[in-house]
């Protein structure tokens, strides 16, 4: 019995001492605990240094706070026009009461599952193959809305629900790529044709502009002979009328000339025959001549009988 005695405390003690750190829990963070005294909820621990009685107390559920993404399977749903699809979904949530989460529901990930796809055959239902394809952004803002309402209950929130993946049958998906095909050539058709149009257009600006600068051109050119030609005129009469008034002023300095030598009577008719010798020129075949010079001329011939008989 002495021998039996120091052993059986070191192993109380140890019993003791395993108790004792068993109670002892640490909570890091982004982390919480649900307790349980006697079978029934007690309290919730956050993060730091918590102790809990030995055998009464339990840690009943562990539960991790940070924001979660689960990566559900394509489900198979139908849309408005009787198309069958598959849609595989996205989902992330976040643990806001770690209590609800612990007693609302079993297996959280199933039920949300499940609810995924209940929400998102609802929401398929009620829309036609194009505007699955298109409304992307509306099916997942009406998914996260309900989804979000129904896992309240459940401490959880839905913050962002995405559709991963449409895949429509091999027959939509062939006949969707003929129709792109044939959307491609259509507009592939159409930009060739509005590039020869656009060509033609501005091959007959450019004639349309060549035809108006030669227009210009000629109209320039005609305006400067017309130009050139009025100078000439001009200048052509000013030359004769020059030439006239120096005839003029020619015949008046001799007439000027003649009164002032006070000329006799002989004399002026002498010019006037002149006169007359030099209207002829040779060119007339008869001249009428006034008797007076007729007179004149006779005198004059007297003279020059008498000048050659000395």
């Not at 298109?134 to 803002?141: A, C, H, P």
């Not at 979000?148 to 449409?166: H, S």
Request: proline share 4%; glycine share 6%.
């Amino acid at each position: 019995m002495g021998t039996l005695g120091p052993i059986l405390t070191v192993i109380l003690v140890l019993i003791a001492l395993i108790l004792i750190t068993s109670c002892i829990k640490i909570v890091p963070q982004a982390y919480a605990c649900v307790i349980e005294r006697l079978g029934g909820y007690q309290t919730t621990w956050s993060v730091g240094l918590h102790f809990k009685i030995p055998i009464i107390d339990r840690v009943a559920k562990r539960v991790l706070l940070k924001e979660q993404v689960v990566d559900f399977a394509p489900q198979p749903v139908i849309t408005k026009d009787n198309v069958t699809m598959r849609i595989d979904t996205v989902v992330y949530f976040q643990i806001t009461d770690p209590k609800l989460y612990a007693y609302g529901v079993d297996n959280p990930i199933m039920a949300i599952e499940n609810l995924t796809a209940t929400t998102l055959r609802n929401i398929i239902g009620d829309l036609e193959l194009d505007e699955t394809l298109t409304s992307r952004e509306v099916i997942n803002t009406k998914m996260r809305a309900s989804l979000d309402l129904a896992t309240d209950p459940w401490g959880i929130k839905v913050t962002r629900v995405e559709l991963k993946n449409i895949i429509p049958p091999a027959a939509i998906q062939d006949a969707m790529e003929k129709q792109m095909k044939a959307e491609r050539e259509r507009r592939e058709s159409i930009l060739i044709a509005e590039g020869q149009k656009t060509s033609s257009i501005l091959v007959a600006e450019g004639k349309k502009a060549s035809a108006i600068l030669e227009a210009e051109a000629e109209k320039s050119a005609a305006i400067l002979r017309a130009e050139a030609k009025k100078e000439a005129t001009i200048r052509e009469a000013e030359g004769q009328a020059e030439a006239i008034l120096k005839v003029q002023q020619a015949n008046a300095e001799g007439i000027r000339f003649l009164n002032e030598s006070n000329p006799q009577a002989a004399v002026i008719q002498l010019k006037s025959l002149e006169a007359f010798a030099k209207a002829a020129d040779g060119q007339a075949t008869k001249i009428i001549i006034p008797s007076e010079i007729q007179g004149m001329a006779g005198l004059v011939k007297s003279l020059t009988e008498v000048g050659s008989s000395k």
